[in-house]
């Protein structure tokens, strides 16, 4: 079965300083997709950048970066330069065939 | 940028009562679905849907609730006899393809609160 592990319930970061969010996912498929969504207080999801299972390179989307590392199963979320409009809830999800499975999320502080 | 809508953003019933929750999905998308976040949790899925007919539901799309893609725009949600425990914030979804590299576009959400 496919899940995806997020052990960081919550962060406080300095503003300006680069953030990592961890992730962990366990799949037996050989093809997947590795996604990180923003739901800010409003509520709506806003996706962030995507990691295929084939993907050599990290992707990489202005200030996010995904450091997909496949032999452990992780795919953490880098933000370099925090601003205070990244305070958010942080979901890790993978795409398996037809749904999105996600992860329980990281509520992410920016401190001004 | 082409995004996906629903209405209401927010709405308010009495258990018992049928709710019928809208999305009209991005244009060039084939692919739909519907999830819902129970505040503070995380977000799951329930149901997947193409060529006008579920292809995919999890164990809480269960008979009371349905989809349909009534014209070629809207797609909806229908939960027959809302209970307590459906209220919840609904995600309608859409994406071109099923392929894993596919993105899902998420709407905005109908926070939904059963009484």
């Known amino acids: 079965a496919q899940k995806i592990t997020q052990t960081q319930p919550g962060m406080f970061v300095q503003e300006k300083e680069a953030v990592t969010l961890d992730c962990t996912y366990d799949t037996s498929d050989p093809s997947y997709g590795l996604f990180w969504y923003k739901q800010p207080s409003s509520g709506e999801m806003i996706f962030l950048i995507y990691?295929?299972?084939?993907?050599?390179q990290n992707a990489t989307e202005g200030r996010y970066s995904l450091n997909f590392q496949k032999a452990r199963k992780s795919a953490n979320l880098v933000i370099s330069a925090s601003q205070l409009g990244d305070s958010a809830m942080y979901f890790c999800?993978?795409?398996?065939?037809?749904?999105?499975?996600f992860g329980k999320g990281t509520r992410l502080h920016i401190l001004p | 940028e082409p995004e996906v809508t629903q209405t209401p953003s927010h709405q308010v019933t009495q258990m018992g009562q049928e709710v019928i929750l809208r999305c009209v999905p991005i244009s060039n998308h084939l692919y739909f679905y519907w999830y819902r976040q129970i505040l503070g949790q995380k977000v799951e899925f329930l149901v997947s849907f193409y060529n006008n007919e579920i292809s995919e539901k999890s164990e809480i799309f269960d008979d009371q609730f349905s989809v349909e893609r009534p014209d070629g725009s809207n797609f909806t949600l229908k939960i027959r006899s809302t209970k307590l425990e459906d209220s919840a914030m609904y995600f309608c979804?859409?994406?071109?393809?099923?392929?894993?590299?596919?993105?899902?576009?998420f709407g905005p959400g109908t926070r939904l609160l059963v009484l």
């Open positions: 990691q295929g299972s084939y993907d050599q």
């Open positions: 999800a993978m795409r398996a065939w037809d749904k999105i499975i």
């Open positions: 979804a859409s994406s071109r393809d099923r392929e894993s590299a596919e993105t899902q576009y």
